[in-house]
């Protein structure tokens, strides 16, 4: 059967397949925050021709249907068929976010003072050629010339069973290969004039996955690739994925959905680029302790129970085939480690991208994913914690919640007196979704003009047609056009406010942990998908930042790509990685009445104890 | 189709077989030295009943064809076949050699002063459960108990997958298994009360394969299997193997053939001990330099070439899985150490199980296989070579030559007055075909009873039937009956004599090299298939052996299983192999002039140079 794109190409496939998965394999990416099973409502497709079984329309409007949208993922062709993909419903490759730009991520290597050192170490030798005086074994001669060297290495049986061709092939001169962390020799290469190796810099989020295809020679990003993570399928945050991972063939599922989700990334992009996958040579991984355990498809399930044990938190250098990259075979594969079950290598990244851990003046760390783990300390000592604040400020759990990417709106502004918004949209396009810094924006304007209370609750009394009762109690409509809304419901705005009072909550401990006050912060540094966008001003009103002057922010974007980024090219970063690992303490929160008391009082607008946010409660006595 | 034995059992099959492969595959061995290629002539079996395409009789009389026999490895059945297989084409498992005996082995064994300490080692542990005090990950708790005992391994994807479940179904107390040579940590099991392990001793030789199924916990050998190397289809010799393999896709097919061999070995063996082949979990193969390559899929073609380069001497120990051995495929596969091309880990083994190397007295040992390898010196220096006396001590090469299993002349006497011979034969049966000792035997008895000139050739002018012109000219009729007869030609003799020139060259080269003489030998240990059965006396008359008391002279059998089961059983004998290995000085032969010079004198019985053999000339003095 066929599958025709409306100005675009024409896909043969077979079998019981939906428009999203056939999409998919042809590396078509739509959005779908849902990983496609229906629910999030964003790969919208319009059928323009031919049969096609529609399992269910999700929330689709009249309006849409009779348009002839469907939502791809439950749309099963049942012959050829046309379609249209909207704008909108393609997944924007490539993040907006500050850290991917290629000269900030080299300088910030660059400021470490480190040579590139990727994790295939190279040199070149030349052997004399064996005589009757000097008849040692290929393998002894090798291992001579690297003893004179101080190289003293491990020999898998892949390396010695091409030895005594490779050694005669390049006449006796020739590149050594090898990996220096797990002291493997790996292969033996012509000595080349002008050395092109490529490597990945893989961030594994509980929602998105991205990847960055690098030049190992003179570290430049040639490309990215993101996309969500097909796990979102089977759980929205790591402990669903976890209890699917313990029903039976459940972590074999949830890995090959990572697995595929990171080939399919990197397929496209090297094919864009003319280069070869078996080519690329290295990659490095970088994630939260749960989404390390299901991408090796190590048992997670002590992760979720008391007293919360991975498997690891440290990673030797496997391989490529292990891991089942389709890339060269024996590629060495490099996590960047973790600190415990709750803070993972994606946390010690940002550390790293930080340099917070090198300086005197005492820092906040703050990674607002799907998860929210916070670090404080400085160049001597460093405290985490992580604080279950759940996926929203990724899209996840709010009704037309999405990434940072083309649609989302950015920022909102609500007039005091028409209750009317105005908005700006990523990519400047029609509006397709809301992203985090989309919904602080909104939640703070709301309380600010009096849409919501202290608690977040919508009131009724306001006259206002954008205040409306919805499927699911209260919502406030932010956007309308084109025969599509945008609204924030009461739901989602007790998800944004539990989100915030649980990273409120967890700085909070963890400051009086330490025994320091939030004054004593010097430098806030906030990483996390939305990156860029986040209005610090707004985000204090709402409670979610410490309230400290404006000019202690730093926004990093997407601090896990950057580790995984700055251990891919040097050995350094990555001995630095597992410095920063061993040095931090890790506190267990939930574990602590204490936090389900800091939890409660945040849960207010800012809090309950408003003399935790002066300049807030300067704010709006001015504004009575 | 089916092919039915007669009192015996019925097997299926399909596809254009001969009934020698059919066979095989049913775990039947036929006798084969020519690996069934149709050029021994051993394999054969009577047609009773059904339609057989016979593409070649061989050199079958025209007797035996009209009694229904043919060659099993050129007939192929085209339809339900019955057969009858007369006793002396069964391949007789089970080596008859002085060593093989489980008690001398465990005695040379325990006489080293050594622990039992197998390729997989076992500690037993008992890790305090984590708690959230204690909150290290799996790794870290299982490295630091490790640390405590000075342990530091390197962790397999393999292992770490299983750990986090393995700790835990053992509640925490366990043995931990790994292995020290590569450093390898293999698995958790359960603490077993009574521990019982297998493992594999492995001898590969150019003509035949040899495996004991070893009880590692008490070093019982509990079963042994030999086979003909089926690689000798490709050639009798290294050589000729060598040449095959650097064929397009020879090297696959050697590597096959030999693995094939031992897996085919070993399925029976353990099926008929109730042991689960997975069960298995070590291994030590033993074997010249090339028959290691082949074994483990390594371009012979250097060894081959001047100045006769192998890949390595020394190899890793790496897993079943690489050598495709079918049992545990973790399992460590450790090679005994080779030392130059032509002198392998089967002549380490050798003086292992010799322990010439440390001792005072200086001694001589001698390999007589397919190569024949000497090593001359002492607890202090060891000396080597290679003098490449072809296979016809192991029957190959020899119109009626055989291993000495069931069936084979092992003596000849040999009436001066009639020319009638008198044999005694391998398991008391009717003869087949003549081993090693048998021909050393029937030339030494054949030149003091005049009927061979002190060249070896066949005098014309005696008056005996025994004496007669056969396909490849003159030859002597050792023994008739039943319609069979076994010869000695003219071609044997002179290969015989080649072969006894090559080594006693060898021996007057390498003592020439280290300036010692003869009679300074104290010791000459002699090792080969034929073994138990050499008459020392005789093989001085022929010239093989130096002209030394008998009573230095001592039968070590197969010493390349013998070191094999010792490394197998024992780290210790795992270093002392190291040690001997790079104790042996080695003296490429091929390449001096002298050694040719020396060949020829050699050429003679007893020698050229008589003065060499005075106990040879006293008596051949006595005899005239």
Redesign the interface.
């Known amino acids: 059967m066929n599958l025709t794109i409306l100005e675009g190409k024409r896909i043969s496939f077979e079998g019981n397949l939906n428009i999203y998965e056939i999409l998919k394999k042809n590396r078509i990416f739509l959005t779908a925050s849902c990983g496609g099973k229906g629910s999030c409502g964003k790969c919208r497709v319009i059928v323009k021709d031919g049969p096609v079984r529609v399992e269910s329309h999700g929330k689709l409007t009249k309006a849409e249907k009779e348009k002839g949208m469907v939502l791809a993922c439950q749309s099963y062709p049942e012959g050829d068929v046309t379609i249209e993909i909207p704008i909108e419903s393609m997944l924007t490759v490539g993040d907006k976010i500050a850290i991917s730009r290629t000269r900030d991520l080299f300088e910030l290597l660059k400021s470490y003072k480190t040579e590139l050192s990727p994790l295939i170490s190279r040199i070149t030798m030349e052997l004399p050629a ?3 005086d000097d ?6 001669r090798l291992k001579r010339a690297l003893n004179e060297r101080g190289i003293n290495l ?4 892949s390396f ?2 091409r ?3 490779s050694l ?1 092939e390049n006449n006796w001169r020739f590149n050594l290969c090898y990996q220096k962390e ?1 002291n493997r020799a790996i292969s033996i290469e012509p000595p080349v004039e002008k050395p092109c190796y490529h490597g990945l810099a893989v961030d594994i989020g509980t929602t998105t996955v991205v990847v960055y295809l690098v030049d190992l020679c003179d570290g430049r990003v040639i490309d990215v690739g993101s996309t969500y993570n097909s796990q979102m399928r089977y759980g929205d945050d790591v402990i669903t994925r976890i209890v699917y991972a313990t029903e039976g063939g459940g972590l074999r599922e949830l890995r090959q959905a990572v697995v595929n989700d990171i080939n399919d990334l990197i397929m496209p992009i090297a094919e864009s680029h003319g280069i070869d996958p078996e080519g690329i040579e290295s990659v490095v991984v970088s994630g939260n302790t749960t989404m390390i355990h299901l991408f ?4 997670p ?2 992760i979720r129970e ?11 250098v ?1 391989q490529a085939r ?1 891991a089942g990259i389709r890339i060269r075979r024996d590629a060495p594969v490099y996590s960047v480690p973790c600190v ?2 709750y803070v993972g290598g994606d946390i010690v990244s940002g550390v790293l991208a930080t340099k917070m851990h090198t300086r005197d003046e005492l820092a906040l760390f703050m990674d607002i994913g799907t998860n929210g783990e916070i670090v404080i300390g400085n160049r001597d000592w460093l405290m985490t914690a992580a604080c279950s604040a759940g996926p929203c400020f990724e899209g996840g759990g709010i009704k037309h919640g999405m990434r940072a990417t083309n649609g989302a709106i950015e920022s909102v502004r609500i007039s005091p007196e028409t209750y009317e918004p105005e908005v700006t949209v990523i990519g400047d396009t029609v509006p397709i979704g809301i992203c985090g810094s989309g919904m602080i924006d909104a939640v703070t304007e709301m309380f600010l003009s009096g849409i919501i209370d202290q608690k977040g609750k919508i009131r009724d009394d306001i006259k206002t047609e954008r205040i409306r009762e919805g499927e699911e109690g209260l919502e406030y409509l932010i956007y309308s056009g084109d025969g599509r809304e945008i609204v924030l419901t009461q739901v989602d705005i007790e998800n944004i406010i539990r989100a915030k009072a649980a990273i409120y909550a967890g700085v909070s401990m963890l400051l009086k942990e330490v025994g320091f006050t939030l004054e004593m912060i010097e430098k806030v540094y906030i990483a996390g998908g939305f990156g860029n966008y986040i209005n610090v001003e707004r985000a204090i009103v709402m409670g979610m930042l410490p309230d400290l002057p404006v000019e202690r922010f730093r926004f990093m974007g997407n601090t896990s790509i950057a580790g995984a980024y700055l251990c891919l090219m040097s050995e350094d970063m990555r001995r630095e990685a597992e410095r920063i690992a061993s040095m931090m303490t ?1 506190m ?1 929160l939930s ?1 602590k009445g204490a936090f389900m008391d800091e939890f409660m009082s945040a849960l207010f607008l800012p809090h309950t104890e408003i003399e935790q946010f002066p300049s807030v409660k300067e704010m709006l006595s001015g504004m009575r």
């Open positions: 064996p005589s009757l008849n040692i074994s290929d393998l002894e491990d020999y898998p049986y010695i069973s030895l005594s061709d005669r797990s090796w498809g190590l048992n399930a002590y008391e007293p919360y044990i991975p498997t690891a938190n440290s990673f030797p496997w292990d415990a079950s890790y267990e574990t």
